[in-house]
């Protein structure tokens, strides 16, 4: 089981590339501190990413909130023009990070969203884009667009990603709402990709949209801790609205779903952070210990938050 224990950070509003917003945290690790980098928001409602520093022991210790994001915008007409939300972070041979992110477009009355890559030489304070276009885009794979991809190298060396792939819209209540799934691919360099026919997370009753799949090895088996919702009303009904699901594969490509085993959920106290919704869970170890970062309501308006695994 998970055990909760509590907030992390919620942004206060006063800096301008974080008034609202700590979405989809992801746990790096320093040998002396843990940085959990997050997607933050300005007036605007553009995304950047941007970090806190954290105690080990007690994450709900802040020791530091860095005060801009450390990676800016594109230009005009790029896919990341819109906003830059933060994914996966891979250490290179030469000190350099990696990072991928989702850059957003705004559409007349939707948004399409594309695959970025992004390097730091200066341990992760700041990072810049490798390249002017995405590295994953809509294509026949990805219909609508492909975003927020969870990154691991393998002890052969070959790169294997997993991401969330939009493959329709429907209008709801007047609104265009998306459906995407989970889709997998492999590379040799980690910049050109060879996707997967095999969905890693496919449509059903009520799995509409994967959210944030993130992905860690152990005991031989690869393991994903994701969120999943309805389409219709998921922002207002907590029935339809993200929960954290589980999923368990020998090869990578072919899953498992285990929801029963992912060990949280829902608040059930109304006055809860994660009352309404629990999504965008990452999965960090420290010295034996397990920890889950995760959002809960508004999609990480009400910040993140932790927990810690016991048997």
């Not at 009520?206 to 088996?221: I, N, T």
């Not at 929801?259 to 420290?286: C, T």
Request: hydrophobic share 30%; charged share 25%.
């Amino acid at each position: 089981m998970w055990i909760k224990k509590g907030v992390v950070y919620k942004p206060d509003g006063t800096m301008p590339h974080s008034v609202s917003h700590a979405q989809v945290p992801f746990a790096y690790k320093h040998d002396d501190f843990l940085r959990i980098y997050f997607s933050s928001r300005d007036a605007q409602g553009q995304s950047r990413p941007t970090f806190i520093d954290v105690d080990y022991d007690d994450p709900s210790k802040i020791l530091y909130i860095h005060d801009k994001p450390v990676l800016e915008l594109g230009g005009p007409g790029e896919y990341d023009e819109t906003g830059a939300m933060p994914a996966w972070f891979v250490n290179r041979p030469n000190g350099d990070i990696w990072l991928y992110y989702t850059g957003w477009n705004r559409t007349w009355n939707s948004y399409r969203l594309s695959m970025g890559l992004s390097v730091s030489h200066d341990g992760g304070l700041t990072f810049k884009k490798m390249f002017r276009g995405p590295i994953m885009d809509r294509s026949i794979e990805n219909p609508l667009w492909a975003a927020q991809p969870s990154v691991l190298i393998d002890e052969d060396g070959t790169w294997r990603m997993w991401y969330i792939s939009g493959h329709k819209c429907e209008y709801i209540h007047g609104y265009p709402e998306p459906f995407y799934r989970g889709q997998s691919a492999i590379s040799k360099d980690g910049i050109h990709w060879e996707i997967s026919d095999v969905p890693t997370l496919e449509f059903d009753d009520f799995l509409h949209a994967v959210g944030r799949p993130s992905v860690f090895k152990e005991d031989g088996l690869y393991k994903m801790y994701y969120s999943y919702r309805h389409t219709r009303d998921y922002r207002t009904d907590r029935n339809q609205s993200y929960r954290l699901g589980y999923a368990e594969s020998k090869d990578g490509t072919h899953w498992d779903r285990k929801d029963e085993l992912v060990g949280i959920a829902k608040s059930e106290n109304p006055e809860d952070f994660d009352y309404q919704m629990i999504n965008y869970a990452h999965r960090y170890e420290h010295k034996g210990k397990k920890y889950l970062l995760y959002n809960g309501n508004g999609f990480g308006a009400a910040g993140f938050a932790y927990a810690v695994w016991e048997e």
